[in-house]
């Protein structure tokens, strides 16, 4: 079950992602190739993150997950 605190720490890592990070991650592909994906998510991240194949859902997750379980 979410939490309100998790709800939160989901809406600030979502807020305060750069594209370096998501190019780590593998969420988009780096350089020229994600500039589209890159815009994307800058534009309408709710539907950038429903159109992204499940390798890059979960990339983006543990990516998340990550940054709340450094807060912790």
Do not use: C
Not at 25 to 51: C, Q, Y
Request: cysteine-free; hydrophobic content about 40%; proline content about 3%.
């Amino acid at each position: 079950m979410i939490t309100g605190t998790d709800l939160l720490e989901i809406s600030l890592a979502r807020v305060n992602m750069d594209r370096s990070e998501l190019e780590a991650a593998g969420v988009i592909e780096p350089g020229h190739a994600g500039d589209k994906a890159w815009s994307n998510f800058g534009r309408d991240m709710d539907t950038f993150i429903l159109k992204l194949p499940q390798s890059r859902r979960a990339a983006l997750a543990s990516m998340i997950q990550r940054r709340a379980d450094h807060k912790r």
